[in-house]
């Protein structure tokens, strides 16, 4: 069993930055491949970023490349998502969520476990 908790989330101007943490504890937390998520009011929640569980590989959705990075600590068993450049769709609020397996997934039916969210609001 792997519990997650997200922090970070806040109030930002378009243009600013945030960074969400995840901490992760509970079985080998640090062996799971951990992904974010986000969901606005009437949408389905959406994949924004996705790390393997050594770190090496990457991905993101097309809404967030080039702006968002997702490091990882496992010695502290913890994820991060690094948003830059924000803007007022990217207002959602955001989960993290791990998985096991062999490759990463991009689909929510992918992962086993989920945080609780942190809210992410961009203003004007």
């Known amino acids: 069993q792997v519990h997650l908790v997200e922090s970070g989330g806040g109030l930002v101007q378009a243009g600013g930055s945030l960074r969400l943490s995840c901490a992760a504890s509970?079985?080998?937390?640090?062996?799971?491949?951990m992904g974010w998520f986000r969901q606005s009011p009437g949408k389905e929640r959406e994949f924004v970023a996705v790390?393997?569980?050594?770190?090496?590989?990457?991905d993101y959705s097309d809404a967030v490349k080039g702006r968002f990075t997702i490091p990882r600590d496992n010695a502290k068993g913890t994820v991060f998502l690094q948003m830059n450049s924000l803007r007022i769709e990217d207002t959602a609020i955001y989960y993290c969520?791990?998985?096991?397996?062999?490759?990463?997934?991009?689909?929510?039916?992918?992962?086993?476990?989920w945080g609780q969210g942190t809210q992410v609001t961009v203003s004007s």
């Open positions: 509970g079985g080998t937390a640090s062996s799971y491949h």
């Open positions: 969520a791990a998985r096991r397996g062999v490759r990463i997934r991009y689909s929510t039916y992918d992962y086993d476990y």
């Open positions: 790390i393997s569980w050594i770190g090496g590989t990457t």
